[in-house]
């Protein structure tokens, strides 16, 4: 269900009427994101350190690489692929490669650091645009048609934006100074910790950055049907 606006008074934005974003009910939101997630991210996860602790480095690699592709051939069949998907799908594949090509597997561990940094860069680099990367991704997941466009939206997008380019940042920089200090299985232990618990941190920031950003222009979310 696409989402749909009204006007009105804002009571936390003097001034400025209110726009409601209605989406639908969160049950709704949640069995549509909740799939793509695991099918995309979490299961590849799992399996590549499963491939790792049975066959190293090889291991993990073909087994998450496999599972997505396999997952990716049936979402063609049967529809509604990911962009996640296809993202894990490439990424993979071109890992392989890289590590295939150089016969070094400290290149598998080296490309997540430079593809933090470059997405931080990207981050930052959709913000003149005028619709952010997080605009963009939040459209995979929750149904904006009709209301995308709306500045007041766009600009608090923007500021999350800016919180995942530091992130991401951030990220490449702990990365990059682990796999000069760590063995690699020290390394992706520590990575995989330190990973967790910043972006956990910053999914958190970016509820409160959203609840607070939409208070503040006027913007009132609404989830299923307008009574």
Do not use: N
């Not at 997080?134 to 904006?144: C, E, K, M, N, Q």
């Amino acid at each position: 269900m696409p989402a749909r606006t009204q006007t009105g008074h804002a009571a936390g934005a003097p001034g400025l009427p209110t726009v409601v974003l209605r989406l639908p009910a969160i049950g709704a939101l949640l069995k549509r994101a909740i799939p793509i997630v695991v099918e995309a991210v979490l299961v590849p996860t799992g399996l590549f350190y499963l491939g790792f602790w049975l066959g190293g480095v090889w291991g993990g690699m073909i087994t998450a690489f496999v599972w997505s592709l396999g997952a990716l051939g049936r979402r063609m069949i049967v529809g509604g692929v990911s962009g996640l998907l296809v993202l894990a799908v490439v990424t993979l594949a071109a890992r392989i490669l890289a590590t295939g090509v150089s016969g070094s597997s400290d290149v598998y561990f080296l490309q997540p650091v430079v593809g933090e940094a470059a997405l931080g860069l990207v981050f930052l680099a959709s913000l003149p645009a005028g619709r952010s990367l997080v605009h963009r991704l939040a459209h995979d997941f929750v149904p904006l048609d009709g209301f995308a466009p709306h500045s007041r939206l766009r600009r608090v997008f923007a500021g999350i934006t800016i919180l995942w380019a530091a992130v991401f940042l951030l990220l490449s920089f702990l990365g990059w100074y682990l796999l000069g200090h760590t063995t690699v299985a020290a390394y992706v232990g520590y990575r995989t910790a330190i990973s967790a618990g910043v972006k956990a941190l910053a999914i958190a920031a970016s509820v409160q950055l959203f609840r607070s950003g939409l208070r503040r222009h006027g913007i009132r979310v609404a989830f299923g049907s307008a009574a």
